[in-house]
């Protein structure tokens, strides 16, 4: 997900690493393995340094995205190209009820992981580069989807700030030297779309929560909140995404919220309209889809998603 006007006191509260690529230490198999240091900006977002094309690039850490996202008005800068005719891929993808051409970035490199012909699809992102402008930072190029992190089986620790990636897709087994002891294990469904899903409660109330690292925090549709008859508290900011308007954002406390059988108490959670970013049908679901488990959230629970085993760890 892609908002903007963002809380302004998260940015207090966050802090930036430098990117640089390193292996996995002291394992016999870091050869095969690579861990990406993250970037977080202020507006509670996880960054990756890339270079696309041989130039230098910053991708978002998209979990919500299932697939990898160059902004338009940076294309001709990257030299990406057309599909060509012999493709057997889409020209165009949907994104949130509007269309989306696919371009090739023919060279994409993540560190020491190289990808070749890696198709992404161009879109607009000139809310988050307002928003950028607002915070004084600097603006994303592009978003990592879920296409790459599925495929090099990798390991997002929210926490720590570190994306762990297999060099070769090819190499048999998970990634090595990852420790969950005093995690739970929450497991992630996938959807044919490369959308994840973890199951939760929200005061008792079964519910489908989206995993999605591009949310600034925890976002519930709001006829849900109505339904559970919670209070709601105006905020002056909005939020949007992708082929979708700015709409307004609430909050509302949630007194039980529950990710599979990790608990916390009183939950503060964004409220606004999820309508067109979660479809009618999953919002009708069995149990529905209420809402995006966002970048806050993890982070505050030590959150680690592994995509080889499709497994959410948390841990207070």
């Known amino acids: ?73 940076r294309r001709k800068h990257f030299g990406l190209t057309a ?93 090595p030297g990852v420790n969950h002891r005093g995690w739970r294990d929450i497991p992630i469904r996938v959807t044919k779309g490369w959308n994840l899903f973890v199951d939760g409660k929200l005061n008792g109330k079964a519910a489908q929560l989206m995993l999605d690292t591009g949310a600034f925090t925890t976002l519930i549709h709001r006829p849900f909140v109505r339904q559970m008859r919670l209070p709601l508290r105006d905020t002056p900011y909005t939020s949007g995404a992708v082929n979708l308007d700015d709409r307004d954002l609430q909050l509302a406390t949630i007194g039980r919220f529950s990710v599979g059988s990790f608990e916390v108490k009183r939950k503060e959670v964004g409220v606004m309209d999820l309508a067109g970013l979660i479809h009618g049908d999953l919002l009708k679901g069995t149990p529905p889809v209420v809402g995006l488990l966002g970048s806050e959230f993890l982070r505050r629970n030590h959150g680690i998603i592994d995509f080889g085993t499709r497994t959410l760890y948390l841990k207070l």
């Open 1 to 73: 997900m892609v908002t903007r006007h963002l809380l302004a006191e998260l940015s207090a509260l966050l802090l930036s690493l430098p990117s640089l690529a390193a292996p996995l230490p002291n394992d016999a198999g870091s050869q095969q393995y690579q861990a990406l240091p993250l970037e977080r900006s202020r507006q509670n977002h996880l960054l990756v340094r890339a270079r696309i094309n041989g130039k230098a690039a910053l991708l978002g850490v998209d979990t919500g995205a299932p697939v990898s996202a160059i902004a338009l008005s």
């Open 83 to 175: 599909l060509p005719g012999s493709s057997e891929l889409p020209a165009r993808l949907r994104i949130n009820g509007g269309f989306n051409r696919v371009a090739i970035a023919h060279r994409l490199e993540l560190g020491a992981l190289m990808l070749l012909d890696e198709p992404m699809v161009t879109i607009d992102l000139s809310g988050p580069a307002n928003a950028s402008h607002d915070f004084h930072e600097e603006q994303l190029d592009g978003i990592l989807g879920a296409d790459i992190m599925f495929p090099t089986n990798a390991v997002l620790d929210c926490e720590k700030q570190l994306l762990i990636m297999k060099l070769d897709p090819d190499t048999p087994g998970t990634v």
